[in-house]
C-alpha cells in the first residue's frame, strides 16, 4: 500500500491571471512606417544560443512593424530604469487606438519623448536601439506565428546580428560580467532587479 505523506509544503490551487512569474524586461525596438522607431514594453523573452524567442500581443504596434519589416533591438534595461519603462506601459504606436486597447491605451507616436530615452542608430538594422539600455541586441525576424485560436499572442524567434553592451558591465569581447549587470524583473506585474549572487553553475567561465 503506498503510503501518503503530508507535504513538506503545503500548497494550494490558484488561478492566477497571468503569469509572469519573474521575467527580464525588454523595450524592443521596431520601425514604423514612416522610418521611425516605436518601443514596445514586454515581458515575455528568453534566448536559446543566438535566438530570441518573443510573445507579442496581436494588435499591439510592435507586432505589426515587425510583420510589415522584419528587424528590431532587444534593448535590455537595468532596474534603475523602471520608471521609463513604466511611462511607457500605457501608450501604443497604433493609429487608431485597437478596440481592445481603448479607454487603457493612448496613442504617442514619439515613445523616446514619452519615456526620456536617447535613440541611438543601429549598424545591422534600421530600428534605432536605446541607448541607456546596457544591452542592445540587433536581430531579424526568423519565424513568426500566434499562438492558438483562443489566444491573441504571437511567438516570435528572432536571430541575433550584432550584440552592444555598455563597457562598464563587460570583461571583454566575449563576456559580461554578472556581478556588474542586472536586468529588470518582472514579477507578477512588479519590478525587481536581481539579489545577491548566491552561487554559480559548473560551466559559468568567470
Known amino acids: 500500500m503506498t503510503q501518503h505523506l503530508e507535504p513538506k509544503f503545503p500548497t494550494r490551487i490558484v488561478h492566477p491571471r497571468i503569469l509572469y512569474f519573474g521575467t527580464p524586461v525588454v523595450l524592443l525596438s521596431t520601425l514604423n512606417l514612416d522610418g521611425s522607431t516605436n518601443i514596445t514594453p514586454m515581458s515575455s523573452a528568453w534566448a536559446l544560443g543566438s535566438r530570441i524567442v518573443l510573445g507579442l500581443g496581436e494588435g499591439g504596434h510592435g507586432l505589426t512593424n515587425l510583420r510589415r519589416h522584419g528587424e528590431c533591438?532587444?534593448?535590455?534595461?537595468?532596474?534603475?530604469?523602471w520608471e521609463q519603462v513604466e511611462a511607457l506601459a500605457p501608450f501604443t504606436g497604433a493609429q487608431p487606438v485597437p478596440e481592445h486597447k481603448r479607454g487603457v491605451f493612448?496613442?504617442?507616436?514619439d515613445k523616446f519623448r514619452v519615456c526620456g530615452l536617447t535613440p541611438q542608430p543601429s549598424h545591422e538594422v534600421?530600428?534605432?536601439?536605446?541607448s541607456e539600455c546596457p544591452?542592445?541586441?540587433e536581430a531579424k525576424l526568423v519565424t513568426l506565428h500566434m499562438a492558438g485560436a483562443h489566444t491573441r499572442f504571437a511567438i516570435i524567434q528572432v536571430e541575433t546580428?550584432?550584440?552592444?553592451?555598455?563597457?562598464?558591465i563587460v570583461v571583454d569581447d566575449s563576456h559580461i560580467d554578472p556581478a556588474l549587470w542586472s536586468p529588470l524583473i518582472y514579477n507578477f506585474r512588479h519590478y525587481f532587479g536581481l539579489g545577491p549572487q548566491l552561487g554559480?553553475?559548473?560551466?559559468?567561465e568567470l
Do not use: G, Y
Open 126 to 130: 534600421r530600428p534605432h536601439r536605446i
Open 200 to 204: 554559480k553553475t559548473f560551466r559559468a
Open 106 to 109: 493612448r496613442f504617442e507616436p
Open 73 to 81: 533591438v532587444v534593448n535590455v534595461p537595468s532596474p534603475d530604469l
Open 135 to 137: 544591452l542592445q541586441i
Open 161 to 168: 546580428v550584432l550584440v552592444h553592451a555598455h563597457e562598464t
